[in-house]
């Protein structure tokens, strides 16, 4: 090979090395922030910290709505193609909240878009969604949930920090001391700020011909100061059989809205059909079934850590503690999430239960 030939041949080959095309991966990243904080795909953690609590708002018996809430989430694409949003839904079946300004579009890498949501507040009670970001980001669909809490206020002032302000226990209660309060039936809360409700803002919850597990959510007990004492009446119940019946107990804010409560970790079911304790998916020997007419007392003794049950059966006078004590001792919710009162039923035919004095 001559000399000439050897130059050509060591261009073309340099030429050829750089016609090899250089791949890059191009890919969309949905990142999602509010108030400056994180919020994690799929997390079922709400705070206040990152707008996902949106808070308390309170309102008077004759305009529910007046006062509401609105929280701004940024939304992002952190990666180095284009996000196309294309659609964003609210898991909300009672229309708590709504969407005020909508982020659906395409964001350029780096590029960000505001969500707004506003709690509308039309019922009292806890009002709770989940939040769907349908996105071509490979993670899938980008969830996370909100709540708000809505509480009735008819005094001028909600709070008060003396012991002889009329206000102090929010017209609900008495005061004993500085922010210490004896409250008056179905209202709790360090200032008996806390209507005790279903979260729809009833007091009383129905079900009828539901196949599987129904959950409704009472209050929220995050007073580590407070004793709650809340009684239940069973007014109506047609068992489906072969189900437990019915599930009273404490929990987190559940995600999946159709299990028998202590099903999942961080769950305390009292059971209706066999008087068992069902927690973490485990059952043990506790106490009486109950039934038709009867009220159940649940007592959770939140400085001490307890939960107790006590059952008055239909025409007796008195409440029978449960168990082979008054109260079995329940481990710290995770994470430092708030406890609810959460009651299940699989009912066959109509079922209903009603807060009581």
């Given at each position: 090979?001559?000399s000439?030939?050897?130059?050509?041949?060591?261009?073309?080959?340099?030429?050829?090395?750089?016609?090899i095309?250089?791949?890059?991966?191009?890919?969309?990243q949905?990142e999602?922030?509010?108030?400056?904080a994180?919020?994690?795909s799929?997390?079922r953690?709400?705070?206040?910290?990152?707008f996902?609590?949106?808070?308390?708002t309170?309102?008077k018996?004759v305009?529910?709505?007046?006062?509401?809430i609105e929280?701004?989430?940024?939304?992002t694409?952190?990666?180095?193609?284009?996000?196309?949003?294309s659609?964003?839904?609210?898991?909300?079946?009672?229309?708590f909240?709504?969407?005020?300004t909508?982020?659906?579009?395409?964001?350029?890498?780096?590029?960000s878009?505001?969500?707004?949501?506003?709690?509308?507040?039309?019922?009292?009670?806890?009002?709770?969604?989940?939040?769907?970001?349908?996105?071509?980001?490979s993670?899938?669909?980008f969830?996370?949930?909100?709540?708000?809490?809505?509480?009735e206020c008819?005094?001028?002032r909600?709070?008060g920090?003396?012991?002889?302000?009329?206000?102090?226990?929010?017209g609900?209660?008495?005061?004993?001391?500085?922010?210490?309060?004896?409250c008056?039936?179905?209202y709790?809360?360090t200032?008996?700020?806390?209507?005790?409700?279903?979260?729809?803002?009833?007091l009383?919850a129905?079900?009828?011909?539901d196949?599987t597990p129904r959950?409704?959510?009472?209050?929220?007990?995050?007073?580590?100061?407070q004793?709650?004492?809340?009684?239940i009446?069973?007014d109506?119940?047609?068992i489906?059989?072969?189900?437990?019946?019915?599930?009273?107990?404490?929990?987190?804010?559940?995600s999946?809205?159709?299990?028998?409560?202590?099903?999942?970790v961080?769950?305390?079911?009292?059971?209706?059909?066999?008087g068992?304790k069902f927690?973490?998916?485990?059952?043990?020997?506790?106490?009486?079934?109950y039934?038709?007419?009867d009220?159940?007392?649940?007592e959770?003794?939140?400085p001490?850590?307890?939960?107790?049950?006590a059952?008055?059966?239909a025409?007796?006078p008195?409440?029978?503690?449960q168990?082979?004590?008054p109260?079995f001792?329940?481990t710290?919710?995770?994470?430092g999430?708030?406890l609810?009162?959460l009651?299940?039923?699989?009912?066959?035919?109509?079922?209903?239960?009603?807060?009581?004095?």
């Amino acid at each position: 090979m001559s000399s000439n030939q050897k130059k050509i041949l060591h261009k073309l080959l340099v030429f050829t090395v750089f016609l090899i095309p250089f791949t890059e991966e191009f890919q969309p990243q949905l990142e999602l922030a509010g108030n400056n904080a994180s919020i994690a795909s799929g997390s079922r953690t709400v705070s206040q910290a990152n707008f996902t609590d949106f808070g308390i708002t309170y309102n008077k018996t004759v305009s529910v709505n007046e006062n509401q809430i609105e929280r701004t989430f940024v939304l992002t694409n952190t990666g180095n193609s284009d996000l196309v949003i294309s659609e964003i839904r609210l898991d909300d079946d009672r229309n708590f909240f709504e969407i005020t300004t909508n982020a659906e579009g395409t964001l350029a890498p780096n590029e960000s878009a505001n969500l707004t949501i506003n709690y509308t507040s039309h019922s009292f009670g806890l009002a709770f969604a989940e939040v769907i970001i349908e996105s071509n980001d490979s993670n899938g669909p980008f969830r996370f949930f909100v709540r708000a809490l809505n509480i009735e206020c008819n005094s001028l002032r909600c709070f008060g920090t003396l012991a002889d302000d009329a206000n102090a226990c929010n017209g609900k209660g008495t005061c004993l001391a500085d922010d210490v309060c004896s409250c008056v039936s179905l209202y709790t809360g360090t200032q008996c700020q806390t209507a005790i409700r279903w979260s729809d803002g009833t007091l009383v919850a129905k079900a009828g011909f539901d196949f599987t597990p129904r959950i409704f959510i009472g209050p929220e007990l995050n007073d580590p100061n407070q004793v709650y004492s809340i009684k239940i009446r069973i007014d109506g119940l047609t068992i489906f059989p072969g189900s437990k019946g019915i599930s009273i107990g404490l929990g987190t804010l559940p995600s999946d809205m159709a299990h028998d409560i202590g099903a999942n970790v961080n769950e305390y079911g009292f059971l209706s059909t066999t008087g068992e304790k069902f927690s973490n998916n485990a059952l043990t020997a506790f106490g009486a079934a109950y039934g038709v007419g009867d009220t159940i007392l649940i007592e959770y003794d939140a400085p001490n850590n307890k939960l107790s049950y006590a059952v008055q059966k239909a025409g007796t006078p008195a409440f029978v503690p449960q168990g082979s004590g008054p109260a079995f001792t329940i481990t710290t919710p995770e994470n430092g999430e708030s406890l609810y009162l959460l009651l299940s039923v699989t009912c066959f035919g109509s079922c209903e239960f009603q807060y009581v004095t």
